[in-house]
């Protein structure tokens, strides 16, 4: 179930709506100023990684080794990242 933030174009008010099927019909209504035209903008990311209670994170790492003769292979670890 996507979030979506919409700009109401009437008062600049930035709202998020919650699509829980394509099925269903959204109310497409400025929260703020009753306003019905609404566009889509681009949603920040917001992204943890790493244990939170270190100050310090560390960045992706790459590990290359011989995995066959005359071949090499590379790992890539992304921190906060598990299996």
């Known amino acids: 179930m ?9 008062c600049g008010n930035i709202q998020e709506i919650l699509v829980t ?4 019909e959204v109310e ?9 035209d609404l566009q889509r903008v681009m949603s920040q990311v917001n992204h943890s ?3 939170s209670k270190s100050s ?10 011989t995995c066959a003769p005359g071949q090499s292979c590379t790992s ?3 921190p906060g990242h598990t299996k």
């Open 2 to 10: 996507p979030i979506y933030e919409f700009r109401c174009t009437g």
């Open 21 to 24: 099927s394509s099925s269903q």
């Open 28 to 36: 497409m209504v400025c929260r703020e100023c009753g306003g019905e």
């Open 49 to 51: 990684m790493g244990d």
């Open 56 to 65: 310090k994170q560390p960045g992706p790492s790459a590990t290359t080794r």
């Open 76 to 78: 890539i670890q992304l």
